[in-house]
């Protein structure tokens, strides 16, 4: 128990989800809460029920018990108890299904400016169609040891364990593997989901614009994959930051830029090494 208390990381809210970061981990948390507590009242008074039991009906050693055939009414009272219990967390489950697994519409659009808010024709569904206004759809590929994301664009932008998106805006996931199964989880921002090799799960989230602490630049949420994927499965980590529109604009052009950079450098180191080697071998020939 020390082991465990000593790992922040693996309490995940201790007692209850993380919640906060978008609606449907907040909606995970209700739903959690709301069967925490009626499976809290059910143990109370089943334990309480059993104590006063043992202490009312106790007899001396030896003592034989009396045969009785039971209680028809009680029978039938707690089987209808059971029944009516199951039927309200199913239905209640069912409330707030949608909002855990329908992509909510965006805050904001593309320029950053606040929206609306949009009804938008979802179903809880993994292929759950897309919201009305804008969204941002981001490929989550995990590998052993660390989750890549490709960016939606022309620039087809990779990015490796930290994801930035605007917060405001709705950011759907289309989450896959390479190699073995994975699991994308971030607590604060909603429930787990596999990473499955030659498959598509989908997820979502929407940080709030109000998430980003005053005087600051961003905000940042911490997870890691929650499935046993191999040895270095306790370093695969991975973070969301949530940016204003326009910084996450610039730190979009900044990354195009240093990667059209790094390209043009490779390109002019290979083309140093293809001359090198060909002034190489005119020196040879020659000799």
């Not at 855990?100 to 292929?127: R, W």
């Not at 930051?241 to 950079?261: C, F, H, N, S």
Request: glycine share 10%.
């Amino acid at each position: 128990m020390a082991a465990l208390l000593a790992a922040p990381a693996a309490r995940a809210g201790l007692l209850f989800p993380e919640s906060g970061g978008s609606p449907n981990a907040d909606s995970i948390h209700t739903l959690y809460v709301m069967v925490f507590i009626l499976a809290l009242f059910i143990f109370v008074g089943v334990e309480a029920t059993l104590l006063w039991a043992l202490f009312k009906f106790k007899a001396k050693k030896g003592r034989t018990a009396a045969q009785i055939h039971g209680n028809t009414k009680l029978e039938v009272g707690w089987t209808l108890g059971a029944f009516v219990i199951l039927i309200f967390i199913t239905v209640f489950t069912f409330i707030q299904l949608p909002s855990i697994k329908d992509p909510a519409p965006s805050l904001i659009d593309a320029d950053g400016n606040e929206v609306a808010q949009v009804d938008g024709a979802q179903y809880a569904a993994t292929n759950q169609s897309v919201p009305k206004g804008d969204t941002m759809t981001i490929e989550v590929n995990g590998q052993q040891y660390v989750w890549r994301y490709l960016y939606p664009g022309e620039d087809r932008l990779l990015a490796y364990t930290d994801m930035v998106v605007p917060v405001g805006m709705t950011v759907l996931l289309d989450i896959t593997a390479d190699d073995v199964v994975h699991s994308w989880w971030i607590p604060k921002l909603g429930g787990k989901m596999d990473a499955v090799p030659g498959y598509t799960n989908k997820l979502w989230f929407r940080i709030p614009p109000d998430a980003i602490p005053e005087g600051q630049d961003r905000v940042v949420f911490e997870g890691q994959c929650a499935e046993l994927c191999g040895r270095n499965h306790a370093n695969m980590y991975g973070r969301v930051i949530g940016m204003r529109m326009p910084e996450y604009k610039k730190w979009y052009a900044d990354k195009v830029q240093q990667l059209k950079t790094a390209e043009t450098d490779v390109a002019e180191q290979q083309k140093q090494l293809t001359e090198q080697q060909s002034q190489g071998g005119s020196t040879e020939g020659d000799g």
